[in-house]
């Protein structure tokens, strides 16, 4: 299974501007630029849409998990914040912290813990920070 995505830019990095569009069309055209990135205009970034990825794929994780424990959620909400420093090398994405606020019906804390480290450690988006990258780069004259 694959999913899409396209983005578009124009311009220099600090006045350049560009959208991101995904296949569903639940984002179409979307704003992003530095500004949006390392400061605070309008439109979106690549940290927030990795962060709403994380925590959509953990929570499902998690979910998966539980059921699996013959448990279930009466609701899972998760808050993933991702950290883009600085370091010696450029800018990079040095933490994704995911917060998990959850309400389980007989669920034990161990039970618990073990739903959510399983999630963590199992879930594709946090299998993606080590993957193989490829590339298919066409320039157009």
């Known amino acids: 299974m694959q999913r899409s995505a396209e983005a578009h830019w124009r311009g220099d990095l600090k006045s350049g501007a560009g ?13 992003y630029s530095f500004h949006s990135r390392f400061e605070e ?20 994780a998690v979910s998966a998990q539980l059921a699996q424990a013959g448990l279930k959620a009466d609701s899972l ?29 007989g669920a034990t804390q161990e039970a618990f813990e073990k ?3 399983a999630a963590k450690s199992g ?12 590339l298919e780069a066409h320039l157009e004259s």
């Open 19 to 31: 959208t991101v569009s995904t296949a569903s069309g639940t984002l179409s055209q979307t704003p």
């Open 41 to 60: 205009g309008k439109g979106t970034n690549p940290e927030e849409l990795l962060a709403a990825a994380h925590a959509g794929c953990f929570t499902m």
């Open 77 to 105: 909400d998760t808050t993933c914040k991702i950290t883009l420093e600085k370091t010696d090398g450029g800018f990079g994405i040095t933490e994704s912290h995911l917060a998990l606020n959850a309400k389980i019906p």
């Open 115 to 117: 739903a959510t480290q």
């Open 123 to 134: 879930c594709p988006v946090s299998k993606l920070y080590n993957t193989k990258i490829t």
